[in-house]
């Protein structure tokens, strides 16, 4: 019989942009299934050849290649920054888009990442936007209603694996009704199983029949499926067993989210929780941040395949199914990139066809040129662990001024200090006009009470929102709100194109759960 290696459940993370001995040993010694990109591990110089060393050491101990995986999700969540094309995320997509767009977007993203050697794009999401949910889905959300989720995330998936590379719908069983960000610690989702099956299940049932490589678990518990063990169901055999591979059929790759993140942490140690994950039924756990963790896992793994003949034969049948998913991409090799141009056509007007006007009053709308704006920029900061931390370089203030709107910025943290606060209110009473911006406003009180001061100090003032939707309904007094469902470059042009005018946006609610006709 055949030896198992326990580091062919396992996709790692590591530290650097090279090649480092800890790296090697993973490749050669563990023979781990993949790794796992960050940007800690991506530069401009450096990357193509990693992975080019990466590929020649998994040739010397197999024929099947490594899994190269990466969050390039669009919008909040991309990796890769260069060399790709900025689509304005999920949500933008889901108000805005055709299937055929999703597919061309789908297939774009997996042309561009195979072109620089991955072969595994950790995406789409196909967790419903909820208004209750927590920050961690949020605009990474195709939308609320499953038929439209399940419509975009499978062109999604069809334009990625058309393209050649395995792409990955999360987080099963659905994590949108997810009040706490799993990140941190575990959520319970109370919702009945008919509720489950009818609504959340949909966009993954879709998935699967299109076929789809691989599906990654959710942290959150499910009662309804799990019963009184409130585990993460990235743990429960009911979920992963039952669920996904006996009732909804799967036969393809189910991989872990991160095993490090706090709802794991707060049940049991990473190592059992790996060991668990592949008892439930999970192919491969995955494993990014901690390299200590990593040894610990590799170590307990390795003694649990000797001891445990349940464990062993869930194993075999996972590495039937990897190597069968990994066969499919033997001949893999890199593409040339689309013509960027189209590609960058497609993201603009994907992000102009999204951004809504909820509400306009007093006829804010367009700007009037001859005037100064002072632009109240909440800085982007990654808020949740897996988003980027910056917005690709690009201001909303730089957008403004292309348009020919005079403008000054005045910037200000997520929750700004009382200092920072005072500074801006000072600032603000010398103002022609104020454009407000907030991000994700309902997490943090001191944003909301500086954007409620400013409107009610200044009632003209024009709030657009970057993020969450929801921030549009906890300023009833703003007489102008503008959602832009993203901040991504697109994004940020397409929201100064409208409030120059050049843009006409459409009128109509954006079919989101929360953000109704009351609104507009």
Request: a positive charge; charged letters at 40%; aromatic letters at 4%.
């Given at each position: 019989m055949n030896r198992l290696f326990p580091g062919e459940f396992m996709v790692v993370g590591f530290e650097g942009d090279t090649v480092n001995p800890a790296l090697r040993k993973y490749v050669l010694e563990w023979r781990v299934a993949g790794v796992i990109l960050f940007k800690r591990n991506i530069t401009r110089n450096r990357t193509a050849a990693l992975l080019r060393e990466l590929g020649k050491l998994r040739r010397e101990i197999s024929d099947l290649p490594l899994l190269i995986a990466v969050d390039q999700e669009g919008g909040s969540v991309c990796r890769f920054r260069e060399g790709v094309t900025f689509f304005p995320g999920n949500m933008a997509l889901g108000i805005s888009a055709s299937a055929e767009e999703a597919r061309r977007q789908g297939k774009i993203t997996a042309e561009e990442l195979r072109r620089k050697g991955v072969n595994m794009n950790l995406a789409p999401v196909l967790d419903l936007y909820s208004p209750s949910g927590s920050s961690a889905s949020g605009i990474r959300s195709l939308g609320s209603d499953p038929r439209r989720v399940a419509l975009l995330g499978e062109a999604l998936i069809r334009g990625m694996q058309e393209a050649g590379i395995v792409a990955t719908a999360k987080h099963f069983p659905g994590k949108g009704k997810a009040s706490l960000d799993s990140h941190l610690s575990l959520p319970v989702i109370n919702r009945s199983a008919h509720q489950l099956e009818s609504e959340d299940l949909v966009p993954f049932r879709a998935a699967i029949g299109c076929g789809v490589k691989a599906i990654m678990t959710s942290h959150a518990a499910y009662p309804a499926f799990q019963g009184k063990i409130n585990c993460p169901s990235t743990l429960s055999p009911e979920v992963l067993k039952g669920i996904l591979r006996r009732e909804l059929k799967f036969e393809n790759l189910i991989i872990t989210?991160?095993?490090?993140?706090?709802?794991?942490?707060?049940?049991?140690?990473?190592?059992?929780?790996?060991?668990?994950?592949?008892?439930?039924?999970?192919?491969?756990?995955?494993?990014?941040?901690?390299?200590?963790?990593?040894?610990?896992?590799?170590?307990?793994?390795?003694?649990?395949?000797?001891?445990?003949?349940?464990?062993?034969?869930?194993?075999?049948?996972?590495?039937?199914?990897?190597?069968?998913?990994?066969?499919?991409?033997?001949?893999?090799?890199?593409?040339?990139?689309?013509?960027?141009?189209?590609?960058?056509?497609?993201?603009?007007?994907?992000?102009?066809?999204?951004?809504?006007v909820l509400r306009d009053r007093r006829r804010s709308l367009p700007f009037d040129k001859k005037k100064e704006t002072l632009l109240i920029r909440v800085r982007p900061e990654r808020t949740v662990e897996v988003e980027n931390r910056e917005s690709a370089g690009l201001s909303l203030e730089d957008c403004l001024i292309q348009e020919g709107l005079p403008t000054k910025s005045h910037d200000i943290g997520v929750n700004p200090s009382g200092e920072e606060i005072e500074s801006c209110l000072r600032r603000a009473k010398k103002a022609e006009r104020l454009l407000l911006t907030s991000y994700d406003a309902y997490n943090y009180q001191n944003q909301i009470r500086l954007l409620e001061a400013l409107l009610k100090e200044h009632p003209d003032a024009v709030l657009a929102v970057l993020k969450d939707p929801r921030d549009a309904g906890i300023f009833p007094r703003a007489a102008c709100v503008i959602a832009s469902f993203g901040f991504s470059p697109p994004s940020l042009r397409a929201l100064a194109g409208v409030i120059s005018g050049r843009i006409e946006a459409e009128n109509k609610a954006p079919g989101l759960a929360g953000i109704g006709p009351d609104y507009t």
């Open positions: 989210d991160d095993l490090g993140m706090g709802a794991i942490r707060d049940y049991c140690p990473v190592p059992e929780a790996s060991r668990l994950a592949l008892k439930a039924g999970a192919d491969m756990v995955l494993l990014c941040h901690s390299a200590p963790e990593r040894e610990k896992v590799f170590s307990l793994l390795s003694e649990a395949v000797k001891k445990d003949k349940a464990l062993a034969r869930e194993l075999r049948e996972s590495g039937e199914r990897i190597r069968r998913v990994k066969s499919e991409l033997r001949d893999f090799s890199p593409l040339g990139l689309p013509r960027k141009k189209e590609s960058n056509e497609l993201a603009e007007r994907i992000a102009r066809r999204a951004v809504r």
